[in-house]
Structures are given as C-alpha cells and as structure tokens.
C-alpha cells in the first residue's frame, strides 16, 4: 500500500513539472513569434521610408517624387491593403538603386512570408521562395493631408488557438520644399 501511495505521489510530482515545461517551452514559442513578427512589421515601415525618401531625392523636383511615391503606393490606399516583394527592391550593383517596384494589393487577404534557409539569403523573409511561414504582413496607407500619408504595418500569425496580430504605424511627410 506504501509502495502504490509512493507511486502515485511521484507520478503526480512527474506530470506537473511535464505540464510546467510545456508552457514554458509555449511561452518561448510565442516570444520568439511576437519578436520575428515585430522586426517584420517594423520592416514594412521601413521599405515605405525607404522608398519615399528615393523617389523625393533622386526626382527633378520634390513634389514630383512625392507625387510618385503617392502615385507608386496607390494600391495601399485601400482596406485589404499591400505587400511588397522585397526581392524586387534594388538591383544587384552596389548603387542599391530602385528597380521597378510594384505594391500588390492585397485582395482579400495578403499572402503568407516564406522563409529562405539557402546561402544566398542567409534567412531571409520573402514572397518569392522558401517554406511557408505563418507570418502575413499588410501594408496600408491613408492620407492624411497632401504632405502627409499614414502607413500601418500589420503582421498576423497562427499559434495555439488564434491569430495574433502586431502593428506599427507612422506619418510621413513631404518633407522638402
């Protein structure tokens, strides 16, 4: 009778601390999501920057690159949002100049990030290859003023029994005269 009473104690003790390590090995889960899609959505921040900033400099004057930005981010100006394909972005010289870039719209529902584990890309997020991911980025815009453009950058992913959702946004400004 001592024997099973042990028993039991010690498959009790046993079982909590499998159900203790299994959260914790959940909550380092969702860490490492929420900080993968934090560092994606802040990087569709960073693209609209990016691009704004070489439209407005390398245009004749700053209201024409400011109006091409606007008129290059169109499709973001809706509710279901964009996505940029990244790969698209710059050419391979070491210029870094902007190639041909097209915001897709995001009809419905904007597609999943893959993840490319080959050498060229060292790990890299994008539309284009690699796996599947659960990470969808949304990029919408919505003007605020004739200099002033609000961009939000969302990125939703799949983990335990919903959807999560981190969001960044800022303004932009036409900001030479």
């Known amino acids: 009778m001592e024997t099973l009473v042990a028993i039991s104690i010690f498959t009790m003790s046993v079982l909590t601390l499998l159900i203790i390590l299994s959260q914790g090995i959940s909550s380092v889960n969702y860490a490492k999501n929420k900080i993968i899609a934090e560092y994606l959505a802040q990087e569709g921040i960073e693209y609209m920057n990016n691009i704004r900033d070489t439209n407005v400099i390398t245009a004749s004057t700053a209201s024409v690159g400011w109006n091409d930005f606007k008129a290059q981010i169109n499709s973001c100006f809706t509710l279901d949002g964009c996505y940029l394909n990244d790969?698209?972005?710059?050419?391979?010289?070491?210029?870094?100049t902007v190639k041909n870039l097209s915001y897709t719209p995001c009809t419905g529902n904007c597609p999943a990030l893959l993840y490319d584990l080959g050498n060229s890309s060292n790990g890299k997020y994008n539309y284009s290859y690699g796996l599947t991911t659960t990470f969808v980025r949304k990029i919408t815009t919505t003007q605020v003023s004739p200099d002033e453009i609000k961009v939000t950058s969302s990125v939703s992913w799949s983990q335990g029994s919903g959807t999560k959702t981190v969001t960044f946004s800022t303004n932009l400004f036409n900001w030479i005269e």
Not at 87 to 96: K, M, Q, R, T
């Open 87 to 96: 790969n698209d972005l710059f050419d391979g010289g070491a210029s870094l």
